[in-house]
């Protein structure tokens, strides 16, 4: 049996240890914002948050997941109270197929957990393990530059103005 914490719930699932942390999200805790894109930790569509730094979930075996905690989409807002990040990525009408958002998403949340005023390099840098096949990664760093605003931040040296 393995002990996990997500979204701030303790978790039981009786799986292998070496099961990808993706698939037990899905699977067992019927938690679907995280997607399987490449399962190779290279595409970023399965991102979610390990102690608040951004992980693949897609090659992390819940062994090492013990005593940690796992945050997902669903763990940042709900549909009627979105989180800040959601509420930008909303905002800027970010999601085209919306397949990479959730990854986006816990990406960015991670950044800004990091700092609220990060550099636009920094930014670019933090969001670059994610693609988008859609082509919104402009409307993505807008709604990235809009949260770390919103959070009291704000990027030092936006590419574009921030609204």
Do not use: W
Not at 74 to 83: I, S
């Amino acid at each position: 049996m393995i002990h996990l914490n997500v979204n701030g719930a303790e978790r039981q699932v009786d799986v292998d240890p070496s099961t990808p942390l993706l698939y037990v999200l899905r699977d067992d805790l019927k938690l679907h914002a995280a997607k399987f894109g490449c399962g190779l930790g290279q595409c970023g569509a399965c991102t979610v948050l390990v102690d608040g730094e951004a992980a693949f979930s897609c090659i992390t075996p819940v062994a090492l997941l013990a005593g940690r905690r796992v945050t997902t989409v669903e763990g940042l807002g709900t549909a009627e109270t979105p989180g800040v990040v959601q509420q930008a990525f909303i905002a800027e009408q970010a999601a085209q197929c919306g397949y990479c958002i959730p990854g986006m998403i816990a990406r960015a949340e991670a950044l800004l957990r990091q700092t609220t005023t990060p550099s636009e390099a920094l930014l670019r840098t933090a969001m670059q393990p994610s693609l988008c096949r859609c082509g919104t990664h402009m409307r993505i760093l807008r709604a990235v530059r809009r949260a770390a605003k919103a959070m009291g931040g704000g990027v030092t040296d936006p590419a574009e103005p921030t609204s």
